[in-house]
Every structure is written in C-alpha cells, then in structure tokens.
C-alpha cells in the first residue's frame, strides 16, 4: 500500500470537510459552516502551499504566504491568487468568533444564512479551484 503524501491528505480531508458542511448547512448551524468552511480552506491552501514545496507555517491565514510566493504558481494558478487570500484571510477572522463566541455574542446567534451560505461557497470554490490546479501538474 502507498502511503499518502500530506498534500493528498490535506486534499482529501478537505473534501471530507466539505460533505459535513453540507450536513451543518441542512441543520441550520450556521456558526459551525462558517467555522469548518475556515478549516476547510486551511487544509485546501496548504495542501497546494505543500505541492509548490513551500514551509508550511503553523498559522491559519496563509494570504500572506500565497502572495509572497505567487511567482512559484503555473499561470492559471496566479490569476486566483487575490481571490485565494481573501478568503484565507476573511474566514480567519471569523474563525474563533464562530467557535467561542465571545462576552457579548453568541455564535449560533450572531450568524446568520448569509454568512454560511457564501463560506460554504467560497470553501467549495477554493477546494475545487485547488483540486484543477494540482491536476494540471
């Protein structure tokens, strides 16, 4: 049996991730979705960090890490690199207030349909923009 490269498992993980946000949005929870949409990116970004051979940093917004190696990316790859860090970035800044909650807000409260509608199709974008780019080798 092969073993997994940790680029491929990333991948798969996210998908798996993918298929339980999907479950969390036909339950309403809405905070949850935007929480594991946040993992979701995460997983897909290193994954594609790890396969241009780039450290992967023990952090989770990597906008930062995509823009400082775009000259790395085959050219499909760069024309989403603005839409890839804005991801990155927005869902980690959500990605706490989803899971605690703080003082004064309650996630299940705070979120709304809204807000996991476009993090479940913005991850699903990622994940799927991810998979076509390391196809494409």
């Given at each position: ?54 450290e ?30 804005q ?51």
């Amino acid at each position: 049996m092969k073993k997994r490269s940790l680029t491929e498992d990333y991948l798969l993980r996210s998908q798996h991730r993918l298929a339980a946000i999907e479950l969390l949005y036909k339950r309403k929870s809405w905070a949850d979705v935007v929480c594991e949409a946040q993992k979701v990116v995460e997983l897909a970004l290193k994954a594609l960090l790890k396969h241009f051979n780039i450290e992967i940093p023990w952090i989770h917004d990597v906008s930062q890490i995509l823009k400082d190696n775009e000259h790395l990316f085959s050219s499909p790859l760069k024309k989403y690199v603005t839409k890839l860090s804005q991801i990155s970035r927005y869902m980690r800044r959500d990605l706490e207030l989803s899971f605690y909650g703080s003082e004064d807000l309650t996630p299940s409260e705070f979120y709304k349909e809204s807000d996991a509608k476009k993090a479940k199709e913005d991850a699903t974008w990622l994940v799927q923009t991810v998979l076509a780019t390391l196809a494409h080798k």
